[in-house]
């Protein structure tokens, strides 16, 4: 159980990383949803040589390689959970690199999710 924590650690940390450069970088490039098509194909071209989103993108495929390693010798059911790590380190982050502001709410939601995840790795322990 240690190797897989350590290795989830490591993967949501990857994840984590990427999550917020992808919002970094496309915050920077600007809303897509509004743009004609070929606005959004612009957008595309600079999204491969944006540093940000390559950056992203990269810690992204580290991520899935570790999650891959993981789901050879974890139980699903253990592991997934294990990601939802993700959202409290993006909670925290994102408030302190990106500027949201998360609600009182949104902590709380956070808080439960970090009950739920301790409670899943404490179980199969069992």
Do not use: C
Request: hydrophobic letters at 60%; zero cysteines; a neutral charge.
């Amino acid at each position: 159980m240690f190797k897989t924590v350590v290795v989830m650690l490591a993967a949501v940390t990857a994840g984590t990383i990427g999550d917020l450069l992808l919002a970094s970088g496309m915050k920077e490039l600007g809303d897509i949803s509004t743009m004609n098509l070929r606005g959004i194909m612009r957008v595309a071209v600079q999204a491969l040589t944006t540093p940000k989103l390559v950056f992203g993108t990269a810690m992204l495929a580290v991520f899935f390689f570790l999650w891959l390693a993981v789901l050879s010798w974890e139980d699903l059911s253990v592991a997934l959970p294990m990601q939802a790590l993700n959202y409290i380190l993006v909670a925290f982050l994102s408030q302190y690199f990106l500027h949201e502001v998360v609600s009182p709410l949104r902590w709380a939601g956070t808080v439960l999710v970090a009950i739920g995840v301790i409670m899943i790795t404490k179980s199969s322990g069992a």
